[in-house]
Structure formats: C-alpha cells, structure tokens
C-alpha cells in the first residue's frame, strides 16, 4: 500500500526535495497526480501519479536520522583507487542510484581531489565541481528540510558538526 501525501507536505521525488502544491485528477484515466514544486526551482512544476508505481517518490528523512547522518560523516569514506576514465560513471551511479551516505562520498572525493589539486598548483577540475555542486545541493536539501533550516544554515551546520566530532 502506497503511503497518501497531502498538499503542503515535503517529499523526495528521485534525488529533489519537492513541496507538494496541489493533487489533481486525470478525469480521462482516473489517476490521482501530485503537483510538485522542488524547493530549489519553484518555477519547475513536474506531476506524477500518487500511486507512486516507479518508486521515485519517498520521505524526507527524520532529524533524528539526519543527525545520525550528519554524526556518521566522519565515518564515511571517500572514493579510492578509481580509474579518471571510470569516474564520472562512478559519481553518476552514486548520485543518482545512490543513498545519502553515497552523496557523503562524492562530497568528500570531489573536495579531496580538488583539494589535491590547488597544492599541486592545478586547476580545478570542472567534473569534480560539478558533482560536487549536485550532490551538496541533494543532500543539504533535504537535510535542511529535516532540520526546518536554511540551505546555508544547513551547510554551515554540518561543517561545523563535522569538525567538533573530528577534533573530540
């Protein structure tokens, strides 16, 4: 049995943190739609069924999972040993298919690497930006939800969580 949302309630839809604006009948099929809006986009509409037979549509997670979350950071190991030429497949798996602790994972990998390459007086890599970008702005999304903070809040939260639990 599919769990029933209501307007006004935040849910996950894929890898977006959505609002649900409204829930319409199809009166030529019969089925019941939600009408999303990402936090991140309001301007993006998407609806899709309520009877939710893809799979795409799930709960914020809870604070207390969050906090778990944010607390088992440390924890989390970035990627190693990856061949350059399978990486991007990699960071796309992970975004897309992937859980929250494997957004962990590129965050660290994409910073680490990045980091690697400033001392080394590299450039940046836009690949690595980029997944980083994508997986900051999934996993801070809902987590800010979670926490009924800002994007930034959040962000600054965990950063500053993160390095108490790193140096107690």
């Known amino acids: 049995m599919n769990k029933l949302y209501n307007v006004g309630d935040f849910i996950v839809y894929k890898k977006s943190v959505c609002k649900i604006k409204e829930i319409k009948?199809?009166?030529?099929?019969?089925?019941d739609y939600y009408i999303l809006s990402p936090i991140d986009d309001e301007s993006l509409i998407i609806?899709?069924?309520?009877?939710?037979?893809?799979?795409?549509?799930r709960d914020i997670m809870s604070k207390e999972t969050a906090n778990n979350l944010i607390n088992k950071i440390p924890e989390i190991e970035p990627l190693t040993n990856i061949n350059d030429k399978l990486l991007e497949r990699t960071y796309k798996?992970?975004?897309y298919n992937g859980t929250c602790e494997d957004l962990i994972k590129i965050i660290k990998t994409t910073y680490l690497r990045n980091d690697n390459r400033l001392k080394n007086n590299k450039k940046l890599s836009e690949k690595d930006n980029?997944?980083?970008?994508?997986?900051?702005?999934?996993l801070y999304n809902e987590i800010s939800v979670s926490l009924n903070m800002s994007f930034e809040?959040?962000?600054?939260?965990?950063?500053?969580?993160?390095?108490?639990?790193?140096?107690n």
């Open 153 to 167: 809040d959040t962000k600054n939260y965990i950063i500053n969580r993160v390095v108490e639990i790193i140096n």
């Open 25 to 31: 009948n199809n009166k030529l099929n019969g089925t």
């Open 130 to 138: 980029i997944y980083f970008k994508q997986a900051e702005k999934y």
């Open 47 to 57: 609806d899709t069924p309520t009877n939710n037979k893809m799979g795409y549509i």
């Open 93 to 95: 798996d992970l975004l």
